[in-house]
């Protein structure tokens, strides 16, 4: 038999119905709120992409060249020459020369005059004893010191000056020279500047004769102090 539910109870009820209804709608609000329309990102090919950075032109700079960000600015750097290769200076040559280097235009003048002699060398005049002077005669009259002061070709005469003239030293004392163990013996060197040639002779004063003549290719002797006043 139907039982009559109590007023208090129904109103009960009303209000708890009531109050799902209201959660309910309220949820269903809050999901639409959150809820946001996706944006579609704009797709970028691989070749728009390659138009935009900058591509390397060696694995070596693929490697250290920075990406192109909001941050970072790639600057390529070009090398360019400074100056236009294989352009000299032009030689300053004093329009004086006489005036300004008188000991140079000097030395020439004896140079010239020495390769019109027969026998082209410049010998030393300046400071030299008596024993000096007969042992550069003596080597001056040997065909073995003076065989390249000229062109074996043409027979031009090529620039030939006597750089120093010494008594010998023992290292230059060798079977062939060991009479000058016990007698006077000079040592004669000369310069030749076209095959950049020194030619050393040894000179026995007592018997007057030229021991020895060797050659040093490529070789300079010592400079005499009057060409070293000429080059200051």
Do not use: W
């Not at 139907?2 to 119905?17: G, N």
């Not at 294989?86 to 280097?101: D, E």
């Not at 020495?114 to 030299?128: D, S, Y």
């Not at 024993?131 to 031009?156: C, K, N, Y």
Request: proline share 10%.
């Amino acid at each position: 038999m139907f039982q009559p539910v109590p007023v208090p109870t129904l109103i009960i009820r009303s209000v708890a119905a009531l109050v799902l209804l209201l959660m309910a709608a309220c949820g269903n609000s809050a999901r639409t709120d959150v809820a946001t329309t996706a944006v579609p990102t704009p797709a970028t090919s691989a070749s728009a992409t390659a138009a935009v950075l900058p591509t390397p032109s060696s694995a070596a700079e693929a490697r250290v060249a920075p990406s192109a960000t909001p941050e970072t600015v790639v600057v390529q750097r070009v090398q360019r020459a400074t100056s236009e290769p294989g352009i000299l200076a032009a030689r300053a040559t004093p329009v004086n020369v006489a005036g300004k280097l008188p000991l140079l235009t000097a030395h020439m003048e004896q140079v010239r005059a020495a390769m019109a002699q027969p026998i082209p060398v410049l010998p030393l005049t300046e400071g030299l004893d008596a024993q000096q002077i007969m042992a550069q005669q003596l080597v001056l009259g040997d065909p073995r010191f003076v065989a390249e002061t000229r062109d074996p070709q043409s027979g031009v005469p090529l620039r030939n000056e006597i750089f120093g003239i010494y008594p010998i030293r023992p290292s230059d004392i060798t079977e062939e020279t060991a009479l000058c163990a016990t007698t006077a013996c000079y040592r004669v060197e000369l310069y030749n500047y076209a095959y950049n040639l020194s030619t050393i002779a040894v000179v026995n004063l007592i018997e007057k004769r030229v021991l020895t003549v060797s050659r040093l290719l490529e070789t300079q002797p010592d400079i005499p102090p009057h060409l070293t006043a000429v080059a200051q």
